[in-house]
């Protein structure tokens, strides 16, 4: 039996992979900070209690160390983060505490306490930010944007580098947007989904929302853990990018969870006075420049043709499916509560 140790287990993707990875027999170790945030993620997904939870903040190494020497894990994957790109503006220095420096001292106690560990890492297609070349593949240059996607250009240089100077084998997910059930409320996606499903349940009557043509690659998280799962089954370790190779705006994402929801929308109004209004003439989304942030990453695809050659993956969900799956969650949530 293989033992694994997921930091920011409670976190969507520390959810899906614990679920996958005890499927496949593994003992897992759920690392994550105290209260019970995100545990209603394990309970959804029926896996309540079969983690084996340990206490692990990143800022702190003597005590990722003391979780390494107890568990010896033979994979670690790192999804510990402050993984809000608007957060990142307002906490810049905290972000490079988790985000960035969190790495290295994961890494440090790693390569000191269990070398033999595979190690994965949750780099992100925001490391791109600005480059024009689309899609974007691993040979592709890094431009970042934000204080969220700087932090996490250094951490994927430093595991490269312990890849590199110290053998490890270390390995990179350039992971683009993956969304699900389970994806925090505070991204574009599932605040939409949830919108959606509460206005056509009379629980709320409109949301607001930033740059409607900010322009995402959006998979489904569930694919996503499958391949860095993946990754960390190679015999050499090695950077991969995961998307799905489509591009939508944001307001297409919209335009698709309302249209889900039974609650088609037509645009009307430009700039920040866009609203999206539906059948009855209600106006259902609204603009804010709450919601736009200091540098946007404007579009952003990939190319997952490495992932597809070496690891045999391929998402399978596609735009539409995805953001009708996640509404029709958020719904039956909402009837389950009443
Ligand atoms: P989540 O935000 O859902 O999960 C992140 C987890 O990290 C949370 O459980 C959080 O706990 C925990 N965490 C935060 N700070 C610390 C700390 N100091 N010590 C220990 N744990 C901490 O992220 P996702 O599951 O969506 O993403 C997983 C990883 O993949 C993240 O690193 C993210 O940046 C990266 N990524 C995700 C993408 C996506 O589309 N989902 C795209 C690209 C990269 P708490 O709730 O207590 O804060
Ligand atoms: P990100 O790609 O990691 O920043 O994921 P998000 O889900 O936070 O944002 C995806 C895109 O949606 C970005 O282009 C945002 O600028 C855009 N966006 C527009 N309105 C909103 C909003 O109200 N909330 C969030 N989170 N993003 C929004």
């Not at 027999?25 to 340990?54: C, H, N, P, Q, T």
């Amino acid at each position: 039996m293989k033992t694994a140790l997921i930091t920011g287990v409670r976190g969507q993707d520390g959810a899906y992979l614990s679920q996958l990875l005890l499927s496949k027999g593994y003992e897992v170790y759920g690392a994550d900070r105290s209260g019970d945030s995100g545990l209603w993620r394990f309970r959804e997904l029926g896996i309540e209690g079969r983690v084996k939870e340990v206490y692990l903040d990143i800022l702190e190494l003597s005590n990722i160390m003391d979780v390494m020497e107890k568990v010896r894990p033979d994979e670690i994957y790192n999804f510990a983060a402050q993984s809000f790109v608007q957060t990142s503006f307002e906490q810049p220095i905290l972000t490079a505490e988790i985000n960035a420096i969190g790495v290295a001292r994961l890494l440090e106690a790693a390569r000191k306490v269990c070398p033999g560990a595979r190690f994965f890492q949750a780099s992100t297609a925001e490391l791109f930010g600005g480059t024009g070349a689309a899609p974007k593949s691993e040979g592709t240059d890094f431009h970042p944007k934000s204080p969220y996607a700087v932090a996490k250009l250094y951490a994927h240089w430093l595991t490269v580098n312990y890849r590199e100077a110290y053998g490890l084998h270390a390995s990179c997910g350039i992971l683009f947007n993956h969304e699900s059930p389970m994806r925090g409320e505070e991204f574009l996606t599932r605040k939409i989904s949830l919108a959606a499903a509460r206005i056509k349940k009379g629980a709320q009557e409109k949301v607001a929302v930033g740059n409607l043509e900010g322009r995402r690659d959006w998979g489904y998280a569930v694919e996503y853990v499958d391949a860095m799962w993946r990754m960390l089954q190679q015999p050499k370790a090695g950077d991969y990018v995961l998307a799905t190779g489509e591009t939508h705006t944001v307001r297409e994402f919209i335009e698709a969870a309302f249209a889900a929801a039974g609650l088609p929308l037509r645009w009307e109004g430009k700039g920040v006075e866009e609203r999206g209004v539906d059948a009855d003439g209600k106006t259902r989304v609204e603009v804010s420049k709450e919601f736009y942030r200091p540098t946007e990453v404007e579009c952003l695809t990939g190319d997952a043709a490495k992932a597809r050659a070496a690891l045999g993956w391929k998402p399978a969900t596609g735009f539409k499916d995805l953001a009708a799956l996640m509404v029709a969650a958020d719904m039956k949530r909402l009837e389950e509560k009443r």
